[in-house]
């Protein structure tokens, strides 16, 4: 199979990102779940934040997914599709509800409670694989949230890279592992690791790699143990990331941000670093863009923020390494 890199790049690249997204309820900012009056009404989805913050990048994208005919399923199809992504992929189910998650701030962290069992996305299978909306697509991104939801979904996702039923299907695959515990009923560690072994693009955190395949002191660790992507991202919190292709690799921190909110994070850096390695070879260009696009998430209670100001994009992705590490994001 020949790398997504090494092939000329598409003078228009679409990406279609298939997966959950939940009507999404959250308490005022510093409240509990349990002492909150009121909600405020959201939504919240890993694969639809990554295609509106490509939206958001002037990036063709689409999102692939499967709602309840109930108005949350309208209201989650409605607000991606306001940020500009292309929804004509997405499923109605009229006998399964669309997915709901509670979001329920702590003092050090923000608990999430999900009811998503039996859901119309959790219903979906290796035949939307078949959409045109996948296979038009430049590039199919995923995450290892959606072979949580079912058995099916879990066949959907070994299906496109290539882990079931034959030769790997196309478009390429972007996967990022985004491992969630709650949704596991058994250690998924050796089921993700083949996924994602299997992927072209992989983005992966640190953390998650120790919790899943044991001690990862370093990015180079995590290489070993994915030595088959043709792109691997190894993203270290507030550290920085580390982008790995072929022989070459990068190494960019991160940038000193006034955090709002850590939930939606890492779906922007995806977004960002897609959006830049798509248009260039530039390790170090797409790596910032990650970094500046997750800025967006940090600085917002919400999933997906605006991005900073675009004179500020350019020029922190062209900045010197020492204006680069100096930088800081203004609150917004």
Same mark, same amino acid.
């Given at each position: 199979?020949?790398?997504?890199?090494?092939?000329?790049?598409?003078?228009?690249?679409?990406? =279609?990102?298939?997966?959950?997204?939940?009507?999404?309820?959250?308490?005022?900012?510093?409240?509990?779940?349990?002492?909150?009056?009121?909600?405020?009404?959201?939504?919240?989805? =890993?694969?639809?934040?990554?295609?509106?913050?490509?939206?958001?990048?002037?990036?063709?994208?689409? @999102?692939?997914?499967?709602?309840?005919?109930?108005?949350?399923?309208?209201?989650?199809?409605?607000?991606?599709?306001?940020?500009?992504? &292309?929804?004509?992929?997405?499923?109605? &189910?009229?006998?399964?509800?669309?997915?709901?998650?509670?979001?329920?701030? +702590?003092?050090?962290?923000?608990?999430?409670?999900?009811?998503?069992?039996?859901?119309?996305?959790?219903?979906?299978?290796?035949?939307? *694989?078949?959409?045109?909306? !996948?296979?038009?697509?430049?590039?199919?991104?995923?995450?290892?949230?959606?072979?949580?939801?079912?058995?099916?979904?879990?066949?959907?996702?070994?299906?496109?890279?290539?882990?079931?039923?034959?030769?790997?299907?196309?478009?390429?695959?972007? %996967? &990022?592992?985004?491992?969630?515990?709650?949704? @596991?009923?058994?250690?998924?560690?050796? %089921?993700?690791?083949? *996924?994602?072994?299997?992927? &072209?693009?992989?983005? !992966?955190?640190?953390?998650?790699?120790?919790?899943? @395949?044991?001690?990862?002191?370093? =990015?180079?660790?995590?290489?070993?143990?994915?030595?088959?992507?043709?792109?691997?991202? !190894?993203?270290?919190?507030?550290?920085?990331?580390?982008?790995?292709? +072929? +022989?070459?690799?990068?190494?960019?921190?991160?940038?000193?941000?006034?955090?709002?909110?850590?939930?939606?994070?890492?779906?922007?850096?995806? =977004?960002? %670093?897609?959006?830049?390695?798509?248009?260039?070879?530039?390790?170090?260009?797409?790596?910032?863009? +990650?970094?500046?696009?997750?800025?967006?998430?940090?600085?917002?209670?919400?999933?997906?923020?605006?991005?900073?100001?675009?004179?500020?994009?350019?020029?922190?992705?062209?900045?010197?390494? !020492?204006? @680069?590490?100096?930088?800081?994001?203004?609150?917004?």
């Amino acid at each position: 199979m020949t790398p997504p890199a090494t092939r000329p790049r598409p003078q228009h690249p679409t990406v =279609a990102c298939l997966g959950e997204t939940m009507a999404s309820l959250a308490p005022a900012a510093g409240t509990s779940l349990q002492a909150a009056d009121q909600l405020h009404l959201d939504i919240a989805g =890993a694969e639809s934040n990554v295609a509106m913050y490509l939206a958001d990048h002037g990036v063709a994208a689409r @999102w692939v997914s499967s709602v309840g005919d109930d108005p949350l399923g309208h209201l989650v199809r409605h607000r991606v599709a306001q940020a500009g992504v &292309d929804v004509s992929g997405v499923h109605t &189910d009229p006998d399964r509800p669309t997915g709901v998650m509670f979001k329920d701030p +702590g003092p050090n962290a923000t608990r999430v409670h999900y009811y998503r069992r039996g859901s119309a996305a959790a219903a979906m299978t290796s035949a939307v *694989l078949d959409h045109p909306c !996948v296979t038009t697509a430049s590039l199919l991104h995923l995450s290892g949230i959606t072979p949580a939801l079912s058995y099916t979904c879990r066949d959907l996702v070994r299906t496109a890279t290539g882990l079931c039923h034959g030769p790997r299907r196309r478009p390429a695959v972007s %996967f &990022d592992v985004n491992f969630r515990p709650a949704l @596991w009923r058994n250690p998924p560690g050796a %089921f993700l690791r083949r *996924l994602a072994n299997q992927a &072209d693009i992989v983005f !992966v955190g640190l953390d998650e790699a120790a919790s899943l @395949w044991g001690r990862c002191p370093t =990015a180079d660790t995590v290489r070993a143990l994915l030595p088959r992507p043709r792109i691997l991202v !190894v993203k270290d919190g507030a550290v920085g990331a580390t982008a790995y292709c +072929g +022989g070459e690799s990068a190494f960019v921190p991160a940038l000193a941000i006034d955090v709002v909110e850590v939930v939606g994070a890492g779906d922007a850096f995806a =977004a960002g %670093f897609l959006a830049g390695v798509l248009g260039s070879d530039d390790l170090v260009r797409a790596l910032r863009l +990650g970094h500046l696009t997750a800025a967006a998430a940090l600085r917002s209670s919400g999933d997906h923020g605006p991005l900073p100001q675009a004179d500020l994009v350019e020029q922190l992705l062209t900045a010197d390494t !020492v204006d @680069w590490s100096s930088a800081r994001i203004p609150e917004m």
